[in-house]
């Protein structure tokens, strides 16, 4: 089992309308990727989202990504998601910034892709009914890896088109290209992500037994995927939880029940309008108070790991026993950034060796498993005379 972070730039309360908070934020959190990479963690996540106040302000985290290559070595960056909507972004040019970004990353890019988070985020688009987006994704999912193998790229579709043939560039960092991954939310969406070949990014507030019979889901249509929508099939779930660490027991038992453990959570009822919320307060309602009896509640339900390293691991045997590849733990939350960095870096000394001992990412495995789909060229190309082919020749 692997280990990643998950990253929004999340700002509740004043802070959120505070240029300075913003800008400290946000380096801080590229500040923890580091750390994380130091770690011995794999996957650093950052979210695109747009208009969600308080919730994320992270953006663009294309740049983000960008920025985190140069200053990172070995742990993969992954968007958390893309939208490829082309009201929210033309297809083309996600093509070209993830082959961008994995030429920069040194082949250490994921690709996470989705629909968006809810109503009140793709209406920054004018898109006024979210469930349109579902046939838009699916003819773009099937497009991208073309876009990378062929040099004349053309296309006719309902939601978008490429007329006059066209070389997207530039090409993914080959051999293969940037694993394929999709957001999963709703119950169904488990099992398309394995029937496409995708990885599963379970971005869910349920508890981890609820999770099972996802999991089983995405594991039943990994078996049955025959044509993935890239060159390789990438067998991967991953689930977010939230994660109180340190050496001392009560320190992460403290931490846990602070007053705004639960402000998050409100913030999903909020804007996550699409996503199974059973029992979830919706902002500004008051989220409930998390006491110490709490927390052994919500550890034995499934809901939260908390304690020592010790007992850490002791909580994660729930999640390696169900299936999941990939563990990711939102940060910060609720603590300071000095506590992220100290968190970060125990579970990275005394939890992840427990459970992942191979030096190699999963995804690099599977990434190397790739074989091309599409011919060069959908017509011969002409033989064009230039400068070069003169001088070459």
């Not at 923890?32 to 011995?40: L, W």
């Not at 053309?154 to 939601?159: K, L, P, V």
């Not at 709703?186 to 609820?210: C, E, M, N, V, Y």
């Amino acid at each position: 089992m692997e280990f990643g972070i998950f990253l929004q730039g999340y700002l509740p309360g004043s802070r959120a309308h505070d240029t300075e908070a913003e800008h400290t934020a946000m380096v801080r959190e590229m500040e923890i990727v580091r750390a994380a990479d130091r770690s011995g963690w794999k996957y650093a996540w950052l979210t695109e989202h747009h208009g969600l106040t308080e919730y994320s302000h992270m953006a663009a985290n294309e740049v983000h990504a960008g920025y985190l290559a140069a200053c990172t070595e070995r742990i993969h960056i992954g968007s958390g998601i893309f939208n490829i909507s082309p009201r929210a972004n033309h297809p083309v040019k996600v093509a070209e910034k993830v082959a961008t970004l994995d030429h920069l990353t040194n082949r250490r890019f994921e690709f996470g892709t989705g629909r968006g988070a809810g109503s009140h985020e793709v209406a920054t688009f004018n898109i006024a009914d979210k469930e349109s987006t579902r046939a838009e994704y699916d003819e773009v999912i099937r497009e991208l890896d073309r876009m990378w193998e062929q040099k004349d790229y053309t296309f006719a579709g309902e939601h978008f088109a490429m007329d006059v043939p066209h070389n997207v560039l530039p090409k993914p960092y080959g051999p293969g290209h940037p694993p394929f991954w999709l957001a999963v939310g709703s119950p169904p969406t488990w099992r398309k992500a394995g029937q496409l070949g995708q990885g599963a990014l379970g971005f869910t507030f349920s508890s981890i037994h609820d999770l099972e019979p996802r999991i089983a889901d995405y594991k039943e249509g990994i078996a049955e995927c025959t044509d993935p929508v890239g060159q390789f099939v990438n067998d991967n779930a991953m689930v977010t939880s939230s994660i109180h660490c340190f050496t001392d027991r009560e320190r992460a038992r403290e931490q846990a029940t602070r007053f705004d453990a639960n402000y998050l959570v409100t913030m999903v009822g909020l804007y996550h309008d699409t996503m199974p919320r059973p029992g979830v307060p919706t902002w500004p309602a008051t989220p409930p108070a998390v006491t110490a009896d709490h927390v052994d509640e919500l550890i034995s339900g499934g809901y939260l790991l908390c304690g020592e390293p010790e007992e850490i691991c002791a909580q994660l045997k729930a999640y390696e026993r169900i299936g999941v590849d990939q563990i990711c733990v939102g940060v910060p939350m609720n603590g300071s950034y000095d506590e992220a960095i100290e968190m970060i870096e125990t579970v990275g000394r005394e939890v992840i060796p427990e459970f992942d001992t191979d030096p190699q990412h999963s995804t690099d495995r599977a990434r190397a498993t790739a074989k091309p789909k599409f011919p060069t060229f959908n017509s011969p190309p002409a033989e064009i005379e230039t400068i070069w082919t003169r001088r070459e020749g």
